[in-house]
């Protein structure tokens, strides 16, 4: 349950590389370079850092926070950039459960 509303659990059962592939598809309002932007830090960065195989649901909030923090703390307009990226792509997904992201 959250906030009163029930989510089903097999929601959650789709690979990260599915569901980036999804994100980037509702993504198509996005200014072009946006869109490349956000395309090529998801395949350079977050699949690879997170595994592109992996469920959406054995991702845990820590594991995310974590390698968010540690691009952010690379200091380079580049990992800014990915963990932005990597923020908008992992954490705005679909509240297949609470994740505290």
Do not use: K
Not at 16 to 36: D, K
Request: aromatic share 6%; hydrophobic share 35%; with cysteine.
């Amino acid at each position: 349950m959250d906030r009163g509303s029930w989510i089903d659990p097999r929601r959650g059962d789709i690979a990260l590389q599915e569901w980036c592939e999804t994100f980037l598809s509702l993504a198509r309002s996005l200014a072009p370079t946006t869109q490349e932007t956000y395309r090529r830090d998801i395949e350079r960065f977050v699949l690879p850092a997170l595994g592109g195989a992996r469920r959406v649901s054995q991702l845990r909030a820590e594991e995310i926070e974590r390698w968010l923090n540690d691009e952010l703390a690379a200091g380079s307009p580049r990992r800014r950039s990915t963990a932005t990226t990597g923020r908008c792509a992992v954490c705005c997904r679909p509240r297949w459960r609470r994740t505290g992201c």
